[in-house]
Each structure stands twice: as structure tokens, then as C-alpha cells.
């Protein structure tokens, strides 16, 4: 297993942190993710992601319910896990190490 | 609420599995029902999605199965598509050979029906640059009691239609005006129209620059005002945005610009499209009390969207027909046709655009079974290939999938190469396209490859790659059933395969027959029309239109001494014989016409009397286009004006009107004439096709231009060689004459008389051409079967020849077999072309439908065709080796 995570999955995570629970399915991530940094992403490389986090057991996920809103297809909606969280909390710590004493020249550059 | 981009969604279904594509597309719904999605950014995203699933199953990174790698699903998905893609890719450029005949093939059929469809989509699909021109109709005047048609209706009709009128929302008319536009460096000639002041707001098309006409502009007396075209306003004033208001002189008046009309408007059409409009400046109660001298003009009008033309039709009938009771002496039988100004060119294109679309579909078709073949071909060659697949764990699917993709990728290299093909052919098209054609035909300058075409082009690339794909596809999928892994290089492929193929071959000799059989009829039709003697020798005439401004030749004698003089001059030019003038010259497309009955015989009542030809000739005409004299003098210097009136009439109106009898001597009293004394007949000449060299002679009558002088006439002149030379010298002797005087449509008169046969020259030479083509296809594909089967069919040849055959045995066993096809292919062909082209027999000339001297040729060239393609496959298989046949294995 990877030590770390890479900077799409680290988005990915926060943003099932912010969102949580019910609303924690694709279409809010996606949003979520394009309202905070201006990024664009597709559906699909928002599943193969989560895809692979689920794989290496930082997340789970469940089917839900088809809603008439997507045209009678069901949410596959994600939580995080303990190790997930872990790990999150050991990449941003890392993240944080790298940037230590650089503060004043990253914000201004 | 607008539903999702369906074809966006179907295509995520196909590539991604089932859990993948709930998750994916749901989102995307979600979004797009939120409204946070434009139908572009759903594309963009759902093929992100599928290029994603594709990407992390490629790298194996994807983590459960569920949304990249379901081993169930699994083949459906974006990954294994893209590989069939890559995979496909990778066979054809390994085999360049198959890949260019294929393509090539497919180009050929492609790029025809791209070309013609950019044509049809002008001719006919495009609607008319006016505001819902499919509501704007040409009125257009016939006969009740002998349906003939003719243009223009008279301007009393106009005026009643105007105001009787609820079903028309507006009506307008218009008549020909050739002004001469002087001031600045050059004299020139406009085509220009008088329009009724409401013309443009009945078009619906606002100027570009300035304004329509007012009201006030069109009553007698009114200010002189002009609109120009787009063309002449970049032509003559470079564009200058301030011409507006400036004054132009037009045949010596002066007249103010209010308007400058935008580039793609044309009126009007099938006519000389206009250069510059002047408001006809008409008082409609002056008009309907003069009714019976009153000019014509043509009229069009806007028909209320919500009646319809059939509506409009009922109404103008009942309106035309109380005309005709009330005024029977001006307006019996006149009635008036209500036609879509855009479908005026359907009656007389369609049937010729017909058979040229229907030729390059069968091109198509063509291309596609030869296609088909290779495919088949290649596909026995490849069982091993499949079968190993298939044993490895390739589902049937996947296997037919992989030949469907390989046919899409053939078909887009072919669709693409279509296009540059079709390009080409357009340039020429438009380079080979007659002038009249430019002049008078609406939206030509649209004839390249637009829009349209392009799609028009990738549906068919699409659809052509399904025709030629979907049978080797099958038999692929089937031979996996039946063979596995099973040796089948000695069978020659599958039994049923065989047979598909051999169909094939019949289906393209039968069409290349049936093609080249209406394309003979066609050729055969148009070489009849060349023989037909139209009456006058066309041959090194040199033609130009002059036509005098009334401010400067205002009395008819100064008219009269400007032809005398200008034909003079011009038969004096050296290389020249003979010149005339007359008003209207054959094949020019302008007519004139007149009313007349005969003295000493009872007359017809008002309104029925016959019709002729009216034509004013100076003395040097006939001699000019060597019209015969059959009986009587032609015109001399002894008939002058106001001298004793005389004509001279054609054989026709002879054979017609004086049952062959000498009508030497006889009066005629003309309808045009404003005296009642009728003039005598001193001379009978020969029939001349006026319009179209097939139509049957129409009775004319000639009068001197002596005796009723024309401010607009028509030069002719004999020359020792190529008109074209001689147009500059017989310039300058009319400028000798009045050097203010432009001269226009200057051209050879065969050019005239060769562009009235435009359209069935165009229709044999592309029929002729496709149908060589089509030949050619068929020949290869019949060589292609038959010389695959030979090599399939090495050892049987070998173990024949161990067992005593002789060579000779082979070759005629070969040949045998693929005559077999070849004539089985023509006897349908020919059974087929009985059957189409007896639709032809409303375009055919001097030649029936069934012609059997062409039928005759075309199955000989077939049967020709038939024994090369056959030979060489043929002569290789009689060259066997037993021992070498007996080693292939």
C-alpha cells in the first residue's frame, strides 16, 4: 500500500468529509470539488478514483435509491473510513512538513 | 424540462458497465435536471467519463470490478472498444494493399453522392433568401382552354388581383428594364427591373444600406429612386457605405440610390437576376381604363401561411374567371397558376436530378458490395485468425464487434477521402457551370461544401460501412460456429459465404447493367437532339443585344437609322458576311409574341384568336443565320415606313393556318399593331426552334424593322471563324455609329443554342461517366471472386489436372462458371432497365425506352466486361502445376 495520497484522491476525500452522509454521492463531490477549487472533472475519473480508494480500503460504499431526478438510476454513495481518515491526516501532515519554513515565500510569491 | 443529450447517454451505455453507467450517467442527469449543465458540457463530460473508465482500466489501476473491470461486463466496456479500435487500426495499415483498394473503392462512392447532394441541397432543398419564402408564389399566367404557360400576366390582372385579393396578403409585379448606366468611366449595361414599390416588403428583406421604396415613389410622376444590388454596389462603387443618396444616370435619366440590397439576396429568379431595381410607376385606375393596351409584367405574391397555396389557387381561379366574364374581349381564357417561386425549376430539374442521385446511389451500392467481397474474402482467410480468438474466450459478439469496428474505421477513411473527392468535383462543377446558369439560378454561389454536406457525408460514411460490413460480420460469426478451428483453407471458404459472394456479384453486374442501359438511352437521346436541324445555321454567329435609352432616340426614325447604320457598318467589318438585327433571336430565352386573324376568312370571337411568334428583322437577318426562303421575297428596301405594310410568315403557320395553301398575297391583321390596316404577306421562310430544339414549330411572323421599329434589338452576324474574334471589331463598328451606345451579351449564338441543351448534356455526361464507373467496379469485383476462388481452389485444379484435364479444360471451367454470374447478373440488369426507364420516356428524344440497338450494346459491353474479368482469373488457373497446387497444403 501507498503511503500517501495523491492530490485528486486527497480532494476527493475532503471532499466526502465535507460533505458526509446522504449527501456524500458523486454528483456532490463533483460539485463540491468544482466549487471549491475551479476544477472541472468528469463523472467518470470522480468513480475510478473513489474506485481505487475503495480497493485500498479508505472508503466504503452502497448502492442508494434510483431517484426520478436521474432518470431511475440508482447513487452509489461513499463514507470514509478510520483508515481513510488516517491517512488523510498522515498526507496533509507530510504536506504541511514540506511546506514548513516556505509560508512566506508561497503566499508571496 | 428538456431531456438529456440521448445519443451522449446511449453512448455511455454502450461503453461503460452497468454500475459504472448508473453512477456516471445518473449524475449527469442529476445536473442536467438541476440545470447546471449546457448539452455541451454534458458531451464533454460523459466522454471525460468514458475516456476515464477507459484510461484506469488500461493502466489496471481500477480498483473493485464494479465500475472499471466487471469480468461479465467487462467486454462491453470502453476498454475493450478502444482496443477493437486500436486492433483494427493496426490490421489495415498491415495490409495497405486491401486497405487503399477498400478505401479508394468507398471514396469513389462517397465523394459522387456528396457532390450531387451539395447540388440537390441548391437546387432543391435550399429555400430562396427571402423571409418564409416558401410562402412567396409566382403567379404566372396560362391559357385555360389549351393549358399553354406563359410568364408574365397583363397589369390590369395585376391591379384586380391586388385589390380583390384576401387569401394573398400582398402582390407585386415586376417587368424587365435593360437600362444603360452611364456617368463615370464606362458605359454599362444593368440588368434592371421595374418593381412595384412593395416588392421588397413582400420579399420581406430589409436593405442592407438605406431603404426600401415609399409608396409615394411608385405613382406616376414620383421621384426617381434605385436600390442597388449587392453586386453592382461593390462592382461599380466599391462598396462605399455613402452611395446612398447619390444620384446615378440610368438610359440618360438621373436617379437617386435610396438602398443597397445584402449579398445573398437575388431577384428576381429564373430570370437575369437583378442588378439595380427602379419603382414602376403605375396609377392602377389609369391601368384598368386602358386595359386592353396595357403592358405586362410578372407577378409575384405572398400567400396568407395560414390558407396555403391550394387557398390561394381556389381564389385567384374565381377571381380570373369573373375577369374573363366581364371583360371577354382582353381576358378569356386567361387564367393564372399559383406556384412556389422556389419549386419553379422542380418540374423541369427533378426528373434529371432524379436519375443523376439514383446513378450515384448505385455507385454506392457498388462500392459497398465490392467492399463487401474484399471483406468476405479476407474474413475466410482470417477463420484461423477468428478461431483462435474465439477459443481463447472471444464471445461471439466481441468477434462480430471487432469486424463492425474494422468496417467503421474502413468507412470513415473512405467518407474522408469522399469529401476531398467531392471537393474537387465541385470546383470543377462550378468551373463547368454556364454562365446562364450563374445568372439566372438562385443560391448557386451556396453550391460548395457546407454544413450540410459534411453531415450529409458522415451519415452516409456510416450507413455505407453497416452495408458493407454487416455480411462479413455475420458470416464471420456464423463460419465460428460451424468451423472452430477446423482446416478450411482447401473448402474455399464456407458454402453460404460462397454464395454470398456470388450474389454479390450478380447484384453489381445487374446494377452496372441497368445504369449503363439509362445512360445509353440518355447519350443516345442527346446525340438525337444534335441531329434535329433547329432551322438556322448557329454555326460562326456572332450575337450582342443593343438596347436604345429613350431620352436619346426618342422618335422611331432616329431608332430605325441607328440599326440601318450599325448593321451596315458591321457587315462591313472584314471576315463578317452578312449582319442583321432582330428583336428576338433564337435560343436567347426573351420571346414575343402576338395575336392575329387572317382577312377574307370569318375571325374566331374576341379572345380566341390564334397566336404566333412576332419578330422584327432587319433586311441582312435571314441571310445571317441562313434561314431558308421558301416562297415569295424576302424584305427590301422597298418597304419603308409608312410605305405598304408587309410580312412574311413560316412554314409552320402555313401548314396551320392556310391548310399548305400560297398565302402570298393574303392579309393578316395583328394584334399588336395599333393600325387597322392589315399587312400583306409577301414571303414564306422556314420554321426556327425558338426555345428548345425538340419543341414542335410554332407559327411566326416577321415584320420589317422598317416598318415597326424597336428601341431593344438583337445583333446577328455571320463571321469567317470563331465569333469570339470578331466580337471586338464588330464593337467598335457599333461605337462608330453612337460611342455611347454599351452593347451586352455578347456570345457566339451555338453557345446559346448548346446551353438550352445544358441539362441533358449534363445528365448523359454524368450518367455516361458514373455508369463507366460502375462498369469498372463490377469488372473488379467479379475479377476479385472469381480469382480468389481459383486460389482457394489451387488443389482441386492440381488433383484435375493429375486426373487428365487439360488446360484448356480449366480455363473453360473457370470462365463458364463466372459467364454464369456475369450473365445471370446482365439478363437481371437488363430486366430491371425495362422496367426503370420506361419513367425516362418524358425526357427521352427519338428513342424509346426499350430501345433494343442500345440494350443490344450494353449487354455485349457487358458480356465483354464479363469474359476479361473472368480470363485472367481463368488463364491463371489453366497455368496450375499439379505438383505445386498439390504442395499448397
Redesign the interface.
Known amino acids: 500500500m501507498r503511503a500517501y495520497l495523491g492530490e485528486f484522491e486527497l480532494l476527493l476525500l475532503l471532499a466526502l468529509m465535507h460533505l458526509g452522509g446522504e449527501e456524500a454521492?458523486?454528483?456532490r463531490v463533483?460539485?463540491e470539488i468544482e466549487r471549491r477549487t475551479e476544477r472541472?472533472v468528469?463523472?467518470?475519473?470522480?468513480?475510478?478514483a473513489l474506485?481505487?480508494?475503495?480497493?485500498?480500503g479508505l472508503i466504503t460504499s452502497w448502492l442508494g435509491e434510483?431517484?426520478p431526478?436521474?432518470?431511475g438510476?440508482?447513487?452509489?454513495h461513499y463514507r470514509l473510513q478510520p483508515a481513510g481518515k488516517a491517512l488523510l491526516q498522515r498526507s496533509q501532515e507530510a504536506l504541511a512538513r514540506m511546506a514548513r519554513g516556505l509560508e512566506p515565500r508561497l503566499e508571496n510569491p | 424540462m428538456k431531456r438529456p443529450p440521448v445519443v451522449a447517454a446511449l453512448l455511455l451505455r454502450i461503453c461503460l458497465p452497468r454500475d459504472a453507467y448508473d453512477a456516471v450517467a445518473g449524475d449527469l442527469d442529476e445536473s442536467w435536471h438541476e440545470g447546471a449543465l449546457s448539452r455541451r458540457r454534458y458531451w464533454r463530460l460523459a466522454l471525460a467519463s468514458m475516456l476515464a473508465c477507459a484510461a484506469a482500466r488500461k493502466r489496471g489501476t481500477a480498483g473493485t470490478p464494479r465500475i472499471a473491470a466487471d469480468p461479465r461486463k467487462g467486454e462491453r466496456g470502453m476498454r475493450s472498444l478502444a482496443q477493437d479500435v486500436v486492433y483494427g487500426a493496426r490490421l489495415l495499415r498491415r495490409n495497405p494493399g486491401f486497405t487503399a483498394a477498400a478505401v479508394a473503392t468507398l471514396a469513389l462512392g462517397i465523394g459522387a453522392n456528396s457532390a450531387i447532394f451539395s447540388v440537390v441541397n441548391v437546387v432543391s432543398l435550399q429555400p430562396l433568401a427571402y423571409h418564409d419564402s416558401q410562402n412567396v408564389a409566382l403567379l404566372r399566367a396560362f391559357n385555360v382552354d389549351t393549358g399553354a404557360e406563359g410568364f408574365a400576366l397583363r397589369l390590369p390582372d395585376f391591379v384586380e388581383l391586388r385589390r380583390q385579393s384576401t387569401v394573398l396578403d400582398d402582390v407585386a409585379a415586376y417587368a424587365y428594364w435593360s437600362a444603360s448606366l452611364t456617368g463615370g468611366d464606362m458605359p454599362e449595361r444593368a440588368q434592371a427591373y421595374h418593381v412595384t414599390a412593395n416588392t421588397f416588403e413582400l420579399l420581406g428583406v430589409m436593405p442592407l444600406l438605406g431603404r426600401g421604396f415609399l409608396p409615394e415613389e411608385g405613382v406616376p410622376g414620383g421621384p426617381n429612386a434605385a436600390v442597388l444590388s449587392h453586386g453592382l454596389w461593390v462592382r461599380r462603387f466599391g462598396a462605399d457605405p455613402s452611395v446612398v443618396g447619390r444620384d446615378i444616370t440610368l438610359d440618360g435619366r438621373a436617379f437617386t440610390i435610396v438602398g443597397v440590397m445584402p449579398r445573398r439576396f437575388e431577384f428576381p429568379v429564373f430570370n437575369f437576376k437583378g442588378d439595380l431595381w427602379a419603382p414602376m410607376q403605375i396609377d392602377p385606375d389609369a391601368v384598368l381604363a386602358g386595359r386592353s393596351t396595357s403592358p405586362s409584367a410578372v407577378v409575384i405574391a405572398r400567400v396568407r401561411a395560414e390558407a396555403g397555396y391550394a387557398a390561394a389557387q381556389a381564389e385567384v381561379d374565381a377571381i380570373m374567371r369573373r375577369l374573363a366574364a366581364e371583360y371577354p374581349d382582353t381576358n378569356r381564357s386567361r387564367g393564372a397558376r399559383v406556384i412556389e417561386l422556389g419549386r419553379l425549376d422542380d418540374e423541369v430539374l427533378a426528373p434529371a436530378l432524379l436519375i443523376v442521385a439514383a446513378t450515384v446511389a448505385v455507385i454506392l451500392v457498388l462500392a459497398c458490395a465490392n467492399v463487401a467481397n474484399l471483406l468476405l474474402a479476407r474474413g475466410t482467410a482470417r477463420q484461423r485468425e477468428l478461431a483462435v480468438r474465439a477459443a481463447l474466450g472471444a464471445g461471439r459478439w466481441r468477434l462480430a464487434r471487432q469486424m463492425i469496428v474494422e468496417s467503421l474505421l474502413i468507412g470513415a477513411a473512405g467518407g474522408a477521402a469522399g469529401l476531398v473527392l467531392a471537393f474537387f468535383a465541385l470546383d470543377a462543377l462550378r468551373a463547368a457551370l454556364p454562365e446562364i446558369v450563374w445568372t439566372t439560378m438562385p443560391n448557386v454561389d451556396a453550391l460548395r461544401l457546407d454544413r450540410a454536406t459534411l453531415s450529409f457525408t458522415a451519415g452516409l460514411s456510416l450507413l455505407a460501412s453497416l452495408l458493407f460490413g454487416l455480411a462479413p460480420a455475420w458470416s464471420a460469426v456464423r463460419g465460428q460456429l460451424q468451423g472452430g478451428l477446423r482446416e478450411s483453407g482447401a473448402a474455399g471458404g464456407s458454402r453460404g459465404n460462397r454464395r454470398l459472394r456470388a450474389s454479390l456479384v450478380v447484384l453489381q453486374v445487374a446494377l452496372s447493367t441497368a445504369l449503363l442501359a439509362t445512360a445509353g438511352l440518355l447519350v443516345k437521346s442527346y446525340q438525337r437532339q444534335l441531329l434535329i436541324d433547329p432551322g438556322f445555321d448557329a454555326r460562326q454567329v456572332l450575337t450582342m443585344t443593343i438596347s436604345l435609352p429613350d431620352n436619346r432616340y426618342a422618335s422611331q426614325e432616329s431608332r430605325l437609322r441607328f440599326f440601318e447604320e450599325a448593321a451596315r457598318r458591321v457587315s462591313e467589318v472584314p471576315g463578317v458576311s452578312s449582319a442583321g438585327f432582330v428583336n428576338v433571336l433564337p435560343f436567347s430565352t426573351y420571346n414575343r409574341g402576338t395575336r392575329f386573324t387572317i382577312d377574307d376568312v370569318p375571325p374566331p370571337e374576341p379572345g380566341r384568336e390564334p397566336g404566333a411568334a412576332y419578330r422584327v428583322v432587319t433586311t441582312g437577318y435571314f441571310d445571317a443565320l441562313r434561314i431558308p426562303l421558301r416562297r415569295g421575297r424576302l424584305f427590301d428596301s422597298r418597304d419603308r415606313l409608312g410605305g405598304d405594310r408587309v410580312v412574311i410568315v413560316n412554314d409552320a403557320l402555313v401548314r396551320r393556318h392556310f391548310g399548305g395553301h400560297d398565302p402570298i398575297g393574303s392579309r393578316v391583321h395583328l394584334g399588336r399593331s395599333d393600325t387597322p390596316e392589315s399587312p400583306t404577306i409577301v414571303g414564306v421562310v422556314g420554321d426556327v426552334r425558338h426555345d428548345e430544339i425538340t419543341e414542335t414549330a410554332y407559327p411566326e411572323i416577321y415584320l420589317p424593322a422598317q416598318q415597326a421599329p424597336q428601341s431593344m434589338m438583337m445583333l446577328a452576324a455571320r463571321t469567317a471563324g470563331d465569333p469570339g474574334t470578331f466580337a471586338q471589331a464588330v464593337r467598335t463598328a457599333i461605337q462608330a455609329v453612337d460611342p455611347e451606345q454599351p452593347v451586352y451579351h455578347v456570345k457566339p449564338l451555338q453557345q446559346s443554342v448548346d446551353e438550352s441543351l445544358v441539362l441533358q448534356v449534363s445528365a448523359a455526361g454524368m450518367t455516361g461517366l458514373f455508369s463507366i464507373v460502375a462498369l469498372v467496379l463490377a469488372a473488379v469485383g467479379t475479377y476479385g471472386v472469381l480469382s480468389y476462388a481459383v486460389g482457394q481452389q489451387q488443389r482441386e485444379f492440381g488433383v484435375r489436372l493429375a486426373l487428365g484435364a487439360r488446360p484448356r479444360d480449366l480455363l473453360a471451367l473457370v470462365v463458364s462458371r463466372g459467364l454464369r454470374l456475369v450473365l445471370s447478373g446482365a439478363a437481371l440488369g437488363v430486366a430491371c432497365a425495362l422496367g426503370v426507364t420506361r419513367l425516362m420516356a418524358g425526357i427521352l428524344y427519338g428513342v424509346r425506352p426499350a430501345d433494343p440497338s442500345t440494350y443490344l450494346a450494353v449487354s455485349a459491353a457487358i458480356a465483354l466486361v464479363g469474359v476479361v474479368a473472368c480470363g485472367i482469373p481463368a488463364w491463371r488457373a489453366s497455368r496450375t502445376e499439379p505438383m505445386a497446387a498439390l504442395r499448397v497444403e
Open positions: 454521492y458523486g454528483a463533483r460539485a472541472v468528469s463523472p467518470g475519473a470522480v468513480y475510478t474506485d481505487r480508494l475503495e480497493a485500498r434510483p431517484t431526478q436521474r432518470g438510476k440508482r447513487k452509489r
